[in-house]
């Protein structure tokens, strides 16, 4: 085929138009099929036109959950992480309209770690003296940018991690505007606009580690053999059923 053939995609078989195709490793996908696609997928290229389906047939099936998902806590300021507590679920969400979003909605079991990675960059502030030279102030003065980076390691069939900025632009931090603070005693973690945000930060992380806490306690309980008990009721030794009822007569039991 030339350059310039028509290619449809192999996914929904519309023409695909000029600049819009997006190549699998078996095929073409359009724009809008794409884009159908989780935000957090990057394997695209190295997918199958069947693996695409199979993802986008899960797409579907998490834009329901993303109707039925009751947001009870929220984190964050921008992207967000809103939880289900009820359903125990979560989601990060980038925009405003979640519906038209469908951010996946993963379960609380599926988190595998979490970890706020701060990145800096410190720019040194110079001085001129009288014959045009730079040099360095005594003590050297610096500029701090700031951006903070949640990841969320999860167990997911189509990624691996989710990965969002906290802060909204990159946070910068001018000691000489910092109530009158210069130079080397001028400490940019402790700015309120910093603590902020690694404060929030601490807070995912908490709120997800007591998540995992909470799944790994739930399994070693599901887990746990049964001993058997003598059922007050119809006095037979029997082991107590999913609801801790007695498995002859129905009546809930009691630890001897």
């Known amino acids: 085929m030339g350059l310039f053939d028509k290619k449809f995609c192999s996914v929904c078989g519309d023409k695909i138009g000029f600049l819009g195709n997006r190549k699998l490793e078996d095929g073409n996908l359009c724009k809008e099929c794409a884009n ?25 099936e ?12 929220t ?14 679920q979560f989601a ?8 038209d979003e469908n951010p996946d909605i993963l379960d609380y079991s599926q ?33 701090y940018n ?20 906290l802060n909204n632009s990159t946070v910068y931090i001018d000691p000489t505007s910092a109530r009158g603070v ?13 603590k902020e945000y690694v404060e929030m930060g601490e807070e995912i992380k908490a709120a997800l580690t007591e998540i995992r806490t909470q799944v790994r306690e739930t399994a070693q ?3 746990a053999p049964k001993a058997a008990m003598v059922c007050p009721a119809c006095r037979a030794t029997t082991i107590p059923d999913a609801n801790g009822c007695c498995e002859y007569c129905g009546s809930a039991l009691v630890s001897r």
């Open 36 to 60: 159908k696609l989780s935000y957090w997928f990057d394997e695209r290229r190295h997918s199958t036109v069947e693996e695409i389906k199979a993802q986008l047939a899960y797409r579907e």
């Open 62 to 73: 998490n834009q329901r959950k993303v109707d039925e998902f009751n947001i009870t806590r």
């Open 75 to 88: 984190f964050g300021r921008g992207t967000l992480l809103v939880l289900d507590e009820d359903k125990q």
């Open 92 to 99: 990060v969400v980038r925009t405003k309209k979640m519906r």
């Open 111 to 143: 988190v595998t770690g979490c970890d706020l990675d701060i990145d800096e960059d410190r720019d040194e502030e110079m001085r001129e003296t009288p014959d045009g030279k730079r040099v360095s102030y005594n003590p050297p003065r610096y500029t």
């Open 146 to 165: 700031y951006n903070f980076r949640m990841i969320i390691r999860v167990n997911h069939p189509y990624f691996d991690d989710m990965h969002f900025n």
């Open 182 to 194: 210069m130079g080397m005693s001028f400490n940019p973690r402790n700015h309120p606009e910093y």
């Open 221 to 223: 309980a599901a887990n």
